[in-house]
């Protein structure tokens, strides 16, 4: 719960800057590639030794995982809508869960 309302005050300040719901989630899965492919290739580089190799990982992997993450932030964003929508409409069913 504590992440949830973590990620919603970060979601608010975003939007406050200007950007939309989208434009957010593209902005965060950005980031998190740019990240995903500084750690792929140091991991692989320290590893293997090899440049090529730890290039070619870092730029197959991330992209699959950047992917993968930005539809597994799709899927969290509409079970939140959900949780929400049902706790809107059942109030007393949220405190029992």
């Known amino acids: 719960m504590?992440?949830?309302i973590i990620s919603n005050i970060s979601q608010q300040a975003a939007f406050s800057d200007g950007l939309n719901?989208?434009?957010?989630?593209m902005l965060k899965t950005f980031t998190f590639a740019i990240l995903h492919f500084s750690v792929a290739f140091g991991i692989t580089?320290?590893?293997t030794g090899s440049i090529?190799?730890?290039?070619?990982v870092a730029l197959?992997?991330?992209m699959v995982n950047t992917v993968a993450f930005y539809f597994?932030?799709?899927?969290?964003r509409r079970y939140e809508?959900?949780?929400s929508a049902k706790t809107a409409a059942n109030p007393e069913a949220a405190?029992?869960?």
């Open 95 to 97: 405190h029992c869960a």
């Open 2 to 4: 504590r992440s949830i």
């Open 21 to 25: 719901d989208g434009e957010y989630t």
């Open 52 to 56: 090529g190799v730890s290039g070619a």
């Open 45 to 47: 580089y320290l590893l």
């Open 60 to 62: 197959i992997e991330p």
């Open 72 to 76: 597994h932030e799709k899927a969290w």
């Open 81 to 83: 809508h959900r949780q």
